[in-house]
């Protein structure tokens, strides 16, 4: 079901104002839009059982904007997760939007209706308020029981973050895409679609052990919804994570130099950056890390996903620290499985490689 209603995919003044910003502008902003991103990321843990390392996940790649897929069977609170998050950015209902796929999914039902107005002029343009194209965060659940031509139109949003209008491409206003699923599937055909999301993360039952919690909680939601109470809303907001990322990628690019060719003989503005915010001895452990995996577990770390993980990692130490990576960072390779039996074999290596290492 669809919680969007009208909407513009025009972003927002705030959001344009943002992406304009230099380094110097920015550079005021980036601690108070750290220290709202971390109190909405504890506020917001407090509501659940269990929940927490999911939610600063949540937050990081929201950072980066990587699409997270939460994986996990029914009743686990995986959409109830994406709903808090969103309320507590304060999110309108035309910025989120949330759908449930199936194989009989059709691509009107995520991108919008064709206008029959302006196909009788001959121009195949869709309607795209209250779709995807118009939100700013969505959620798909089963995201991967959808058909090959919901896939195509998925890869080319998460991937260039366009759709096609009268065959031009078109940006769309999404930032950040949540997916679900009950388990993932190992067909070939969706290879290209589990590969676009670097991370995957359990959300596991907890009632045998938090049993009470669980119940107190959860009872306590139940009554906020009925009371349409949110205590956790408003936390912070969408363009504190827009600020981070855009501080971080004028970091990367060397600042003034972003985007310039280095002279002979001289590091790049990227390499510069690596060595000052990804130490060697991290940096170093990060390559065994991975090269372990895919020997020993054969996790597949394709080239895209090592960029992927690298600015994930980034945007990690920039969230909770705001330094540079550190060794407790790489815990984000716990979460670079593909399949549903490497979820906690990869977990345990990941973490012995890190004491160990």
Request: hydrophobic share 40%.
């Amino acid at each position: 079901m669809t919680k969007s209603s009208g909407g513009a995919p025009a972003a927002p003044s705030t959001e344009s104002a943002v992406e304009a910003a230099s380094f110097d502008e920015l550079r005021t902003q980036v601690e108070p839009a750290r220290a709202r991103l971390n109190d909405l990321r504890l506020r917001l843990g407090r509501w659940f059982v269990e929940k927490q390392e999911l939610i600063d996940l949540m937050c990081v790649a929201t950072v980066a904007q990587e699409p997270l897929l939460i994986v996990g069977p029914p009743g686990t609170a995986k959409s109830d997760l994406v709903t808090k998050f969103c309320e507590a950015l304060g999110l309108a209902d035309d910025e989120y939007f949330e759908y449930m796929l199936t194989k009989f999914t059709e691509p009107s039902e995520l991108i919008g209706p064709i206008d029959l107005v302006r196909l009788k002029d001959g121009a195949y343009v869709r309607k795209v308020e209250g779709k995807l194209p118009a939100a700013r965060i969505a959620f798909l659940d089963e995201i991967f029981k959808s058909n090959s031509a919901i896939l195509n139109t998925l890869l080319t949003i998460v991937n260039e973050r366009k759709f096609y209008q009268d065959g031009r491409p078109v940006p769309v206003r999404l930032r950040m895409l949540f997916a679900a699923t009950n388990g993932v599937p190992e067909f070939e055909e969706l290879a290209a679609l589990r590969d676009r999301f670097a991370l995957k993360v359990e959300s596991l039952p907890v009632k045998d052990e938090h049993m009470d919690a669980l119940l107190e909680k959860g009872v306590t939601n139940e009554v906020n919804r009925a009371l349409h109470r949110k205590p956790w809303a408003n936390a912070a907001r969408l363009e504190d994570f827009l600020v981070l990322r855009r501080y971080l990628h004028l970091l990367m690019g060397g600042v003034a130099g972003a985007g310039e060719a280095p002279r002979d003989g001289e590091e790049s503005p990227a390499l510069r950056d690596r060595r000052r915010y990804f130490p060697d001895d991290v940096f170093d452990l990060f390559k065994r890390v991975i090269r372990t995996l895919e020997r020993e577990h054969r996790v597949v770390v394709s080239d895209r996903k090592v960029i992927k993980l690298y600015q994930l990692l980034r945007a990690r130490a920039l969230l909770l620290h705001g330094g540079a990576v550190r060794r407790e960072d790489l815990t984000l390779l716990r979460y670079v499985g593909d399949r549903n039996e490497d979820f906690g074999p990869v977990r345990e290596k990941v973490d012995a490689l890190l004491r160990l290492g």
